[in-house]
């Protein structure tokens, strides 16, 4: 099939001679390209100044990032690579604010060591949109989104707003993103450092090695099926929802998967409960149909069912086992949190919301705003990290910046230190250095800086 007839295809891979001229335009002194310095939503978007040679506006060395290897392109990408991107971001309540400074900052610094443009909106949703316009997601926010190339999103809710009806919560705004934004993909990551074993609940020899991601179809099934709701029957309470899928919602998600697969082992696990539910014998047909009209066998992918229950044993029994979970609505938001339990530490947990291409996504970590630990500056600001790498992957087809990124999370974690919530999570007798969330941000641009640092002396 050609290119114009598979909207999912990815984009072709930056070569190692291809990114020479950017490393070696960048070690001339010419500064990269930065927008001026306009402060939008309270942030400043961008730095009119040059910055001094060699060194990045965080104070490490901008000598260059690209691999010398091939890097996994993105498939959900609304730009292509070149030119100044735009991002959403909204840091919301509790911690969030805390933890998205930090994403940002290493953002900024990798994006200038890299020569890719890219400009921060700072926007207001949850509980601090309540509180500044009296909703959750305030009409110029979700217009600024949607105009954006990627949303970046912290954390939403707290104490302070639990009176309010469930519609006018801070969550609500966070839904009425995603439906404003069409996002009907969840991606959920579930993947645990060696260096947090013991913070899992499984045996170290089980759960070592486990790399998942579950692709959850976010916008259709049981939550959003009608009829819905309450009724009498000859004087008895009852309750009633409909789970319902269209083949056209299943072929969406299921390319998705596909794609995700590509880019990783290649095997996908389709979920769903065929034995009893109509709906899933439509879905196990459809995604079988999918996979064979798109010549995915040919590609090298994997195409195995599962029912619900029996993997949701096999998740603790033998994670190791799956790399895409395909599920729909109501499987995925469980399985997806159990698989995000036997990991160990919701902190380290990024999330992705999609749409088609050309839609922009929303990455967010998987913790909550954790209000009772607000201002402190001891917030785990990993996973929100880790969300900004997925965008980079994902959301801006800048697979080198994600693995930079990644790198950098994974040396940190070797070297020792660890946010409060991960102090337990390391063998006995391990040496660890607790920090807060600005400590640690200020290591992961160190170790970004180191890299560079190495990279910078390797044979051209």
């Not at 392109?73 to 971001?89: D, E, F, N, W, Y």
Request: charged residues 25%.
């Amino acid at each position: 099939r050609g290119e114009a007839d598979r909207p999912w295809k990815r984009s072709r891979r930056t070569t190692a001679s291809e990114a020479a001229p950017k490393r070696q335009k960048k070690r001339s002194g010419t500064p990269t390209s930065r927008m001026a310095s306009p402060v939008v939503g309270g942030r400043v978007a961008g730095r009119a100044q040059a910055t001094p040679r060699g060194m990045s506006s965080h104070g490490t060395f901008a000598f260059g990032l690209r691999r010398y290897h091939h890097a996994r392109a993105g498939v959900l990408a609304r730009a292509s690579q070149g030119g100044t991107r735009t991002i959403a971001t909204l840091p919301g309540d509790g911690i969030g604010p805390e933890i998205m400074d930090v994403a940002v900052k290493v953002l900024e610094t990798v994006a200038e060591a890299e020569g890719v443009g890219l400009r921060f909106e700072e926007h207001a949703i949850g509980g601090d949109a309540i509180d500044k316009t009296g909703c959750p997601l305030p009409d110029e926010t979700l217009a600024a989104c949607k105009e954006s190339d990627a949303v970046l999103l912290a954390a939403i809710g707290g104490y302070k707003w639990d009176n309010l009806s469930s519609k006018d919560r801070p969550e609500g705004g966070l839904l009425q993103l995603r439906a404003g934004l069409d996002c009907f993909a969840n991606l959920r990551p579930a993947t645990l450092q060696d260096e947090l074993l013991e913070g899992s609940p499984l045996k170290p020899d089980i759960i070592k090695g486990v790399d998942i991601m579950i692709v959850r179809e976010l916008v259709g099934g049981i939550y959003f099926g009608q009829p819905r709701g309450f009724m009498d029957e000859e004087g008895d309470r009852a309750g009633y929802n409909t789970m319902v899928y269209k083949k056209s919602e299943v072929e969406r998600i299921a390319r998705v998967a596909f794609e995700i697969a590509k880019q990783r082992k290649g095997r996908i696990v389709s979920v769903d409960k065929a034995n009893v539910l109509e709906v899933s014998q439509l879905w196990r047909q459809t995604v079988a149909d999918a996979f064979e009209e798109d010549g995915c066998s040919s590609d090298g992918l994997e195409l195995a069912n599962m029912y619900v229950d029996n993997c949701a044993m096999q998740l603790c029994s033998n994670p190791s086992q799956f790399d895409v979970i395909l599920t729909g609505n109501i499987f995925g938001d469980i399985l997806s949190d159990q698989a995000s339990v036997i990991t160990g530490s919701l902190g380290m947990l990024p999330s992705a919301s999609v749409s088609s291409p050309g839609k922009p996504g929303i990455y967010e970590p998987v913790h909550g705003s954790a209000p009772d630990i607000a201002g402190q500056d001891i917030a785990n600001p990993l996973g929100m990290v880790l969300s900004a790498a997925m965008m980079c992957r994902y959301g801006l087809n800048e697979p080198e910046m994600a693995d930079i990124i990644e790198d950098a999370v994974k040396d940190v974690l070797a070297k020792g230190y660890r946010t409060g919530d991960l102090m337990g999570s390391s063998p006995p007798g391990a040496e660890l250095i607790q920090v807060g969330c600005t400590q640690m941000g200020e290591l992961l641009l160190q170790s970004i800086a180191e890299e560079e640092i190495k990279l910078s002396f390797m044979p051209k």
